[in-house]
């Protein structure tokens, strides 16, 4: 290339008119030269010379002042760079050439052994004498510029010789390494192409041959750089919010995320770009990169709107219990819930009309005691699913002539997720065949050990027709809700849950809502999930009208925009523009909230979601035909707890999957496991549009293998089956020769030929069989769609019975 310079380059790089150097040219050599004409490395020399000359920095005194911070980077770097600082990108080639005029007259510096590569082929004719010597000494004025730079290299050395040498180096490297222009054209004046300048001359002086010494620079530059860039981004003051994604903190930090994700391993953690890592560690990797760090507080419109603050001591007042009523159907609650009503009302105000509203106060011994009049634990979950924890105490009723049945099961472990102390009423004890012993007994078996045999569960006797036993709970519950030291502190903007909430016709929207701290007042500004007003109307649970309900206070209110759902969070808040800003964002999130579901914990991300530090706890739900089935999988999931992540059956009984389970599963963030059950009809609608994930299984150990995987990340691509659709048996005949025919109705989907049938009686599979006929009248028929009859017989299974539900399915392989 170097035969290739040309006047218009040379001049080009110099930073002068094409003509001035064509004219010098022309005067000092002896022939003229044009624009286009192609210099010889004397000719080069003569040029070069002349502007080193010209250019030559006076005193170095006040350049090296100038930057003397920087001067190590120059010496690291090319020569230009560093004086940019001064004269500016231009000039920055201009001097190159200056560095490169000095050895130019004696070109030859460029020593054939540097070259040895032989690109630069011209230059070696110069002897192979070692840079330094290369008669640096005489060189032009220029040369001492250069010099200067690299103070320490040269102290090195020993020799000032030597930086002459090495801006000769940058000179070649800069004009004849076509590569480089074509790279980092003329102006390299951007950052970034510092460090590709850096870069190609510490390739060629390793090419130089000269390579210890090479090697001694690359080094110092390379400490030099470290330093610099430590100098740069302690400087860096950055904010870390709580936690911040590995790109996101690259990006603040100015380096790229390759070197945070390296940084990171040095601390043992592994972390990928877009991976979440918490403010300590990130701030642990900043200060090592030099930067300062602050936290970064985020005031959201919540922090503005509400008073977070915690109460203090002398603030706080005793307020009343809490309380659910929880059972099986049938086992009394709603008796119970009216036998302690009427209690109330007898000794209180007689006649006193009672309004359901959701929620009763009752007064104990001059103490009330609020219950929710909504029994089952359906409401109870379905609250504490959208977040709110209302509940002190759960009164489990269980009918004493009865014992523990499935939901009694259910609403145990409901209490037990929410933590929520269980006192059990043991009712119907006016019953002849009432088994209080026998109750109690089945209660040690889910973990609830009485008080008379030496555990921490109270057990009241009672009977909700009679009223025996009512007062004895009454004031029982007071005792746990002593012990559990309730206390709120009225004086300050009232917080609660929506109990219940309707749209009335005369009142518009009119909700329940129970206040848990503060003290509600009328013309307060309520805002309950993205229903905002102002409480108009404040109705108590006897119909009274009130000014204000203090803490574990039950009121209907009226006055808010929109109906709110139960379970909602309210709060009573000062800012009406600020809460209609908050209602705004709430409804945004209600919308991402359905994307989001997509996101539950579901086997296949449960790996992700671990590795990601999400998942400490996995709650399963387990559903079976039998009780064996339940306990053998709950004990076999609950032993693949691993270090990372427990395993753990929050819930398990026979029977279909319930609309509760559901329930209980989104509340809990738990995945639901059933074996030859089937979730029903609600219970599958309300786990799709929760996002709760419900795997069905045949074989338990499919199950535990499938879970196993799924904490080891290794959930094999499997395969699945692909319902097709539903069919009701409505009539069966035995026809001989032809085995059971069922006419069924199609009510879902459609059934083709080729399917496997499930046979499921009472949400239970009981037989699984492949189709082996089916027609439509007396044909047969290819598919059968919903709304139609058809006959079906099955391959092996006879014992159909009206009633059954046939399940049409296909069983599809598929990966992940
Ligand atoms: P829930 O479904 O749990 O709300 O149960 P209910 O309160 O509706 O009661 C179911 C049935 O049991 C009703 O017929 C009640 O009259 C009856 N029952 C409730 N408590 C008692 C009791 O203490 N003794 C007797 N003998 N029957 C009761």
Redesign the pocket.
């Known amino acids: 290339m170097m035969d290739k310079y040309r006047v218009h380059e040379v001049a080009k790089d110099l930073n002068v008119p094409s003509k001035e150097v064509a004219d010098l040219l022309t005067q000092n050599t002896d022939s003229p030269k044009k624009h286009m004409t192609a210099l010889t490395e004397e000719e080069l020399d003569i040029v070069f010379d002349h502007y080193t000359k010209q250019k030559e920095v006076r005193s170095f005194e006040t350049y090296f002042k100038l930057g003397e911070k920087a001067r190590p980077q120059q010496a690291a770097a090319p020569k230009g760079e560093e004086k940019p600082a001064g004269e500016g990108r231009p000039a920055q080639q201009g001097q190159r050439p200056q560095g490169q005029r000095p050895q130019g007259n004696s070109q030859q510096p460029r020593g054939g052994q540097q070259r040895p590569q032989g690109d630069r082929g011209p230059r070696p004719q110069g002897g192979s004498q070692p840079r330094q010597q290369q008669g640096r000494p005489a060189p032009r004025p220029a040369a001492p510029a250069r010099p200067a730079p690299d103070p320490s290299k040269r102290t090195d050395d020993g020799t000032g010789v030597r930086h002459v040498d090495m801006r000769a180096s940058h000179v070649d490297l800069d004009k004849y390494n076509e590569r480089y222009e074509q790279i980092a054209p003329t102006n390299l004046v951007a950052q970034k192409d510092t460090g590709v300048k850096k870069q190609k001359i510490n390739q060629r002086s390793a090419q130089r041959g000269k390579p210890v010494l090479s090697r001694k620079q690359k080094e110092e530059e390379k400490l030099r750089r470290l330093e610099l860039e430590r100098q740069r981004r302690q400087k860096l003051e950055i904010t870390i919010p709580d936690e911040i994604t590995v790109g996101d903190l690259a990006l603040r930090l100015k380096v790229t995320a390759a070197e945070i994700v390296k940084r990171l391993m040095g601390v043992g953690v592994m972390a990928s770009v877009s991976q979440v890592i918490d403010y300590d560690t990130a701030a642990l990797v900043a200060m090592e990169i030099g930067a300062k760090v602050e936290k970064e507080v985020v005031v959201t419109i919540e922090d503005r709107l509400f008073v977070e603050e915690e109460d203090s001591e002398e603030n706080l007042q005793p307020r009343c219990p809490i309380v659910v009523v929880m059972?099986h159907?049938?086992?009394?609650?709603?008796?119970?819930l009216d036998a302690i009503r009427n209690t109330n009302v007898t000794s209180g105000e007689a006649g006193g009309i009672t309004q359901h509203i959701g929620a009763y106060q009752v007064q104990v011994n001059g103490e009330p005691i609020t219950f929710l009049d909504t029994?089952g634990h359906a409401a109870f979950t379905s609250m504490r699913a959208r977040g709110a924890q209302v509940t002190d105490i759960a009164v489990l009723?269980v009918a004493a002539d009865d014992g523990i049945m499935p939901q009694t099961v259910e609403a145990i472990n409901h209490a037990k997720a929410a933590e929520v102390p269980i006192i059990v009423a043991i009712?119907?004890i006016?019953?002849p065949t009432a088994n209080p012993d026998k109750v109690k007994q089945e209660l040690t078996e889910y973990g609830l050990v009485p008080e008379e045999w030496g555990g921490d569960v109270i057990c009241v006797p009672l009977?909700?027709?009679?009223g025996e036993g009512v007062n004895n709970l009454l004031e029982n519950i007071q005792l746990v809700a002593e012990v559990q030291e309730l206390r709120a502190n009225p004086d300050r903007l009232a917080k609660g849950a929506v109990i219940e909430a309707k749209l009335d016709k005369g009142r518009g929207p009119v909700a329940t809502i129970l206040v848990q701290n503060g003290t509600l007042h009328t013309g307060d500004i309520v805002i309950a999930g993205t229903s905002l007003g102002k409480v108009r109307v404040m109705l108590n649970d006897k119909g009274q009208r009130v000014q204000s309900a203090g803490p574990s206070t039950p009121v209907e209110i009226t006055g808010l925009a929109e109906v709110p759902s139960a379970g909602d969070i309210f709060n009573a808040v000062e800012d009406e523009r600020l809460a209609k800003e908050l209602v705004e964002k709430r409804r945004t999130e209600a919308k991402e909230e359905v994307f989001k579901a997509y996101q539950k914990v579901t086997l296949d991300n449960l790996f992700s979601q671990i590795s990601e530090g999400e998942m400490k706890e996995l709650p399963i739900i387990v559903k079976a035909d039998v009780q064996g089935s339940v306990e053998a999988v709950k004990q076999s999931l609950e032993k693949l707890s691993n270090d990372e992540v427990r395993v753990r059956v929050i819930h398990g009984a026979v029977g279909a999957v319930s609309e509760s389970d559901v329930m209980l599963a989104t509340a809990s963030g738990a995945i639901i496991i059933g074996f030859n059950v089937r979730p029903d009809p609600v219970a599958r609608d309300n786990a799709e549009r929760d996002g709760v994930e419900i795997r069905l299984y045949r074989i338990i150990y499919d199950a535990i293998e499938d879970v196993q995987s799924a904490l080891k990340g290794m959930l094999a691509p499997k395969y699945r089956d692909v319902d097709l659709g539903r069919a009701e048996v409505r009539q069966v005949y035995k026809i001989s020769n032809v085995g059971t025919v069922a006419g069924c109705y199609v009510v879902e989907g459609k059934i083709t030929r080729s399917a496997n049938i499930r046979v499921v009686r009472d949400g239970i599979i009981i037989a699984d069989d492949k189709l082996s006929s089916l027609k439509r009248f007396k044909d047969d028929a290819k598919e059968v769609a919903r709304g139609f009859e058809c006959g079906m017989t099955l391959e092996k299974y006879s014992d159909i019975k009206e009633g059954d539900v046939f399940e049409a399915y296909i069983v599809e392989e598929y990966r992940d």
Do not use: C, I, R, W
């Open positions: 059972g159907v049938d086992h009394g609650k709603t008796s119970l029994p009723v009712n119907k006016d019953k009977s909700a027709k009679t």
